[in-house]
C-alpha cells in the first residue's frame, strides 16, 4: 500500500483523539512537578525563618537631643527566641519587663538591659543613655556700686537639669541690652535715676529663669531671688507679652 495514502485511510477523528491524549498526558505531568516544586520551596522558607533580638523605643518630647518631660522606654521582641527582658534603671536593681517604663530622672539616665531566651541563655547586657532635662535652670543677681553713674549687675546661674546654658540676656526696664553665652555674666549699667535690669537665662532646652534688680542706691551690693519658668510656660508668657503689644498698637 502507497504510505502517502495510508493517512488519507485512517479517520480524522482518530488522529485528533490521539494528539489530545498525547497533550492531556504532558501537562499532568508538568503540573505534579510544579505541585512538588512549590510544597518544597514552602518547607525550605520555614526552616530558614529567623527571628529579631529584642529592640527598644523611648517616648518623650525631645529638643537639641534631650528629653524636656518624662520618657517611656517600650521593648518589642519575638517569643521564641526571646523568653524575657529584664532591665535596670540608673544603677537599681534589675526588673523583668512587663510593660513599658517611664523615668523622670534629670541629667543623663544610663540604663542596662539584657534578655533571656527559651534555652535560659542570658545575651550580654547592653548598656544605654538618656539624656532628660525637666528642670529650669537657676538665677540670682549681685549688684555692685562702681561709681556714682555705673553699677555692675552679675548673674549667678546654674543649670540643675543637666543640659547647660545656653545664653544669659540683661534687660533694662525690658528694653535689651546685651547677651553672655560663658560665664562671667556680668552687665555694667551706666546712667542715673532708678531703673529694673532684668536677666533671664536659658538652657539648651528652652527652659528659662528669671531675675530682676534696680539701680537704687541702697548698699553696696544686693543680691536678688529669681523667677523659674519651664518651657511650655515660658511659651505661653511670650504669647501674651506679644498678644498685648499687639493690642496697644491697634488702640
Known amino acids: 500500500m502507497d504510505k502517502k495514502n495510508i493517512w488519507k485511510k485512517i479517520p480524522a477523528i482518530v488522529i485528533i483523539g490521539i494528539l489530545i491524549a498525547i497533550n492531556a498526558t504532558g501537562s499532568a505531568g508538568i503540573v505534579d512537578n510544579n505541585k512538588n516544586f512549590y510544597a518544597e520551596e514552602k518547607l525550605s522558607e520555614n526552616l530558614m525563618q529567623t527571628y529579631n533580638d529584642p529592640t527598644w523605643i523611648l517616648f518623650g518630647t525631645q529638643v537639641n537631643g534631650w528629653f524636656i518631660d518624662c ?22 536593681g534589675y526588673n523583668k519587663y512587663t510593660s513599658p517604663i517611664e523615668t523622670c530622672l534629670d541629667g543623663r539616665v544610663t540604663w542596662n538591659w539584657y534578655w533571656i531566651d527559651m534555652d535560659d541563655t542570658k545575651s550580654q547586657t547592653y548598656v544605654e543613655q538618656i539624656k532628660i532635662d525637666k528642670t529650669p535652670p537657676t538665677v540670682t543677681i549681685d549688684r555692685e556700686i562702681l561709681s556714682e553713674t555705673q553699677m555692675k549687675f552679675t548673674a549667678n546661674v546654674s543649670d ?10 540683661f534687660y ?16 555694667v549699667w551706666t546712667g542715673s535715676g532708678i531703673h529694673i535690669i ?54
Not at 527652659?207 to 534688680?213: F, K, L, P, V
Request: aromatic residues 12%; proline residues 4%; charged residues 25%.
Open 71 to 92: 520618657v517611656t522606654i517600650q521593648f518589642n521582641y519575638d517569643s521564641p527566641p526571646c523568653k524575657e527582658v529584664w532591665v535596670q534603671i540608673a544603677g537599681g
Open 172 to 187: 533694662e526696664d525690658d528694653d535689651f541690652r546685651d547677651y553672655f553665652t560663658e560665664e562671667p555674666f556680668e552687665y
Open 198 to 251: 532684668k536677666v533671664i537665662a536659658y538652657d539648651n532646652v528652652g527652659h528659662t529663669a528669671t531675675a530682676e534688680a534696680d539701680t537704687e542706691r541702697k548698699g553696696r551690693s544686693h543680691s536678688y531671688r529669681a523667677i523659674f519658668l519651664s518651657k511650655p510656660l515660658q511659651d505661653l508668657l511670650n504669647i501674651l507679652v506679644w498678644s498685648q503689644k499687639i493690642f496697644l498698637q491697634l488702640i
Open 160 to 169: 540643675t537639669g543637666g543640659s547647660g546654658i545656653e545664653k544669659v540676656e
